[in-house]
């Protein structure tokens, strides 16, 4: 997103996001005729957005065949949808299964000038049943964290 990426202020530019996606003329046009669409774009490559980062933290974990233990993170920047791998611990793919239902949670919340943090539902589980009927199970929580140095790129 960072080639459309706005800053405070400045006029969102409709061609470095056509741009960007790879959208034709007609497509372009499509999407702004869009009255949702073409609302929320512009917002979604705001600074108040984009600085946002997900975070998907483990708070309790027993029998993870992966390894995984209390304090882990999974980070994902760039408005609670990009993966930060540098900052990110390694992540079992069975973890990850209710990561769209967060991303899509706290978009509709920003979008919306609703503090992400406010979300109802928090918490989730990989979908092992632990070791009873299964191996293990890991339980996460997720936040939203304000990252407040600016991105130029």
Known sequence: MSHYRTKKGEKFEWKAFQEHMGYSDEELEAFKKDP???????????????????????????????????????????????????RSDPWCGHAMHALYSFTACCHSLMQNGIDPNTMHWEAFSCPDAGPKYGWGQVKMKCYVIDETEEKDS
């Open 36 to 86: 949702k669409k073409s609302k929320f774009a512009p917002i979604m490559a705001s600074p108040d957005i984009l600085n946002k980062t997900l975070v998907v933290e483990v708070v309790e974990s027993k029998g993870c065949a992966q390894g995984m233990k209390p304090g882990d993170r999974l980070y994902l920047k760039e408005g609670c949808s990009m993966l930060d791998p540098e």
